[in-house]
């Protein structure tokens, strides 16, 4: 990491660099496992088991007594195939999906496409602390309903839903219940087991693993269609020749994560708090989302009024500061974040929208930078801002 050490990296939301372990692990994998796993000699043979090891030990480490991990090219591909595989293959029951309006897009343009396919998508609305709300989520429900589809964390707030409710109502009405778990995956110890849903969405390259892989779990029974067709492999459900170097170092990545998620999440919370305290006591006209709701203890999202994220981003990275604004798929268009919106947090306010998401290497020092650098950027922005001063007229 030396590398980065003059830059504080605080969008662990977006992606994190590999962990040490995963560097060692990928070192030993690169020259000798480069055989086909569906191939049918020794060093195949081999690569096939560690294959399968990999999957036993991801599916130990989450819970998973039963049911199929399903290696996927990442996040945005199990979100996919979770949602068309269970849309395509249910058909004969209906054609109605309900998922809600904070999801990640990979989510969203995915019901989109459905819907210009002939199905009817539901989008459950959330309180201003960005929690999805069940009454409405209990009413929405219909006969047809084939899938819920609900994140378990939120990638721009951190605002983390009420999983177990939401599979409660789901399974009085037998409804499937679909929940991408990507940025809860490493940061919260769990058990898809006990957690009771029937399909999970995560990827590596948010816990210390590498882009471009990531898993579906499916819970026996679920009729799911493959969206990938070709060979056989994962079943049947996902065509292709493995990426086996990143589905080995992405097991390495998923324990390293979990052996000290609880400590980490504490050491986390607190370097994010003292980032909130000081950002809100030193500018004024600022609030944090989702304040109020059970939040992952590494995200900040903070509005600062009167102001462009994106500016605030480029005078953070002429201080070698990385952060977000929105999420860093909406990032680069003008329209502020879904998210935000949908939580009744003001058109001109959204726009005005910072996220800080720490992780493993960061340290007070990181804190005491940014709390040291953007208060002035605000005020030198604000001084520039006809918004500001309007503000104050009014005022
Ligand atoms: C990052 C992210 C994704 C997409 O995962 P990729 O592996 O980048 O495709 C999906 N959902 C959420 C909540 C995410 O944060």
Known sequence: ?????????L?????????????EKIKTLLEPNFANPSSLYGISLRAKEELEDARAEMKKLLGISSGQLIFTGGGSESDNLAIKGVAYANQRKGKHIITSAIEHHAVLHTCENLQKQGFEITYIPVDDQGVVKLDELKKTIRKDTVLISIMYA????????????????????GVLVHTDAVQVIGKLPINIDELGVDLLSLS???FYGLKGVGALYVKKRVLLDPIINGGEQENGKRAGTENVVGILA???????????AKDEGLREKKLR?????GL?????ESFINGKGADRLSNTCNIIIKYIEGESMLLHLDANNICASSGSACTSGSLDPSHVLLAMGVPHEF???SLRFSFGKLNTEEDVNKVLEVLPKIIKTLRAMSPLWDESKKTN
Do not use: C, F, R
């Open 250 to 260: 992405m097991a390495e990545a998923l324990k390293v994560s979990l052996k000290n």
């Open 280 to 284: 809100l006591s030193s500018i004024p």
């Open 1 to 9: 990491m030396n590398k980065y050490k003059d830059i504080v990296y």
């Open 154 to 173: 939120n990638n721009e707030t951190g605002v983390i839903q009420p999983m177990a409710e939401i599979v409660k109502i789901a399974k009085e009405q």
């Open 273 to 277: 708090d003292k980032l909130e305290n």
């Open 11 to 23: 969008d662990h939301n977006a992606t994190t660099y590999l962990a040490p372990e995963v560097i």
């Open 350 to 352: 959204a726009h005005g």
């Open 204 to 206: 590596a390259h948010k």
